[in-house]
């Protein structure tokens, strides 16, 4: 019987000594990881939001710089267009993303200090225009 009680009793310890193992390995484990408080978690949460809107804002921009653009003034998500020779008033106002409740009533193209006006209308029939390097775009509603 003695013999069974100290098998138990090593069984035991041994299990003792398992558990206060796993603390000291969890203690350890949040010691090298860091416990923070959520004040500073939130704070890194943040601080590593506005690095990657930097670096996608300075990516963004290094691609806008490469080759010609075309601007488009007006109702639009982008107003800078990569300049493409076969870039069209149709495509760039597509990819610019007009967002105007009604389809533009005048549009206006600048061109080497000179006005193109462009019939709306006739743009929504088909009839479209090769755009230049460099044109800017107005869409009047």
Known sequence: M???LKKRGSLCSGISRAFEWAVVVTFAALLVTGC???STADAR???AFLAGQQQAASVARETQL????VTVVGEVRNALI???IDLTLAK???AAGFYGRTDPSEITIQRDGKEIQCDPKRLLSGEDLLLQPNDVIFLRQ
């Open 45 to 47: 949460a943040r601080a």
């Open 82 to 84: 990569h300049w493409t």
């Open 92 to 94: 760039a106002v597509v």
């Open 66 to 69: 490469q080759g010609p653009t």
């Open 36 to 38: 923070v408080s959520k």
């Open 2 to 4: 003695e013999e069974i």
